[in-house]
């Protein structure tokens, strides 16, 4: 069973960044796909970024340009580098694997993935 440990939220104000860090146990990340994900209040899940077993990267348009996802395979951990972060970027983060088999609905979209970590929250204040 994949396990999935998030860290690194917290609470910034506009335009500040954080740098979310995921560590998997029980599972090469480069094995199946990686992605980061968050829920607001109220609403759905959506994906954020994914970055395949090539290395290969896809963003949500909304996050395009500041944030970047990256894969350590040494250490075995996804990052995500949020910068010029906003108000409409609150929300609970969840860094998310595929496994080593999955049923491919798209890098972004949640019913791609297996394993789910725990979440950690983002506030972004004006």
């Known amino acids: 069973q994949v396990q999935l440990v998030e860290s690194g939220g917290g609470s910034v104000q506009t335009g500040g960044s954080l740098r979310l860090s995921c560590a998997a146990s029980?599972?090469?990340?480069?094995?199946?796909?990686m992605g980061w994900f968050r829920q607001a209040p109220g609403k759905e899940r959506e994906g954020v970024a994914a970055i395949y077993p090539s290395s290969m990267t896809q963003y949500a348009d909304s996050v395009r340009g500041r944030f970047t996802v990256s894969r350590d395979d040494a250490e075995n951990t996804l990052f995500l580098q949020m910068n010029s972060l906003k108000p409409e970027d609150s929300a609970m983060y969840y860094c998310a694997s595929t496994g080593s088999s999955w049923s491919y609905r798209g890098p972004l979209a949640p019913a791609t993935y297996n394993f789910w970590g725990q979440g950690t929250q983002v506030t972004v204040s004006s």
């Open positions: 029980k599972y090469r990340m480069s094995s199946g796909f």
